[in-house]
């Protein structure tokens, strides 16, 4: 295979990773930490090290050192290749964490716990979102989670809740609060909300099928003036046993209205099926990565 097609370092994606950390680290020590909220994975696991050390062990030295175990024993496992956007995520995240650390002193809601949870958890989402869409990790339970996947008949979502929810659940074992477990897994809830709406929600897509005698008409105006693509499949009416043809379009969500109408004034009387698609690429839509 020519080697232009082998090409691993895109210096975009690794802006994306750099922008999503610095959200996830300001909404961590600016909302989450100060109200004593635990989270899942191993940053949760280096909060409740600080909360029961009184702050004497910072998150960022047990996130970094634990890392540094995990990564060395996976890349016998799961080699450099896999682990290098993640090795950058740790180093970037630990520094990004210990000036966070440095300048926010207070929290940025005060008085307010509910309301800091539920905003750290919107930033916290939405940087690891933007770290996943850029095909990077931020190390900890990923790891951990990835090594059982290859050997294991596990999905990595499942896993990654599993050591999500054993995580804030110890926590009780230090605060004696069950509220503290709550607003954890609140917390998760709205991180995890945001996860999918950042990588999912705005990747959607429609696919409309259009069934009329008029298809030619229809397809033209498709092409010419939503200058989109589309393609004319054939097909047969099984209860008139007459042979028809359907258009088949991909279309972002936004387009939806415009592509009906456009549809309704040249055909009032067409068949029309649209469906949700979660992910298109190619050429007017999303790049592979």
């Not at 959200?23 to 409740?48: D, E, H, Q, S, W």
């Not at 600080?50 to 990564?71: D, K, M, W």
């Not at 000036?99 to 926010?104: E, G, N, Y």
Request: with cysteine.
């Amino acid at each position: 295979m020519p080697k232009r097609y082998l090409k691993d370092f895109y210096w975009k994606d690794y802006a994306v990773i750099f922008v999503g950390l610095t959200i996830y680290a300001i909404g961590l020590i600016g909302f989450i930490k100060p109200v004593g909220i635990v989270t899942g994975g191993l940053t949760g696991i280096a909060l409740l090290i600080e909360y029961a050390t009184s702050s004497r062990i910072p998150l960022q030295y047990t996130y970094f050192v634990i890392n540094c175990l995990l990564l060395v024993f996976a890349l016998k496992i799961l080699g450099v290749k896999f682990l290098v956007k993640t090795i950058f995520g740790v180093f970037v995240l630990t520094g990004l964490l210990t000036l966070c650390q440095m300048f926010i002193e207070e929290p940025l809601v005060k008085n307010e716990p509910l309301l800091s949870g539920v905003i750290g958890g919107m930033m916290c989402g939405t940087g690891i979102a933007l770290v996943f869409s850029a095909n990077g990790s931020t190390g900890g339970t990923d790891i951990v989670v990835a090594i059982i996947n290859k050997y294991k008949n596990i999905t990595f979502g499942r896993g990654m809740l599993l050591c999500d929810f054993t995580i804030i659940s110890c926590s009780y074992f230090l605060f004696q609060d069950y509220q503290k477990i709550v607003y954890g897994l609140l917390v998760m809830g709205v991180m995890s909300y945001c996860i999918d709406m950042v990588i999912n929600g705005f990747r959607q897509s429609i696919q409309v099928m259009i069934f009329s005698k008029k298809h030619e008409l229809i397809a033209d105006a498709i092409n010419n003036e939503l200058r989109r693509g589309c393609t004319v499949l054939d097909g047969t009416g099984w209860y008139t046993k007459e042979p028809t043809k359907v258009i088949v379009v991909l279309a972002k969500r936004t387009e939806a209205n415009e592509l009906f109408r456009l549809i309704k004034s040249v055909d009032e009387n067409a068949f029309i099926s649209q469906s949700t698609v979660r992910g298109v690429y190619g050429e007017g839509f999303d790049k592979m990565r």
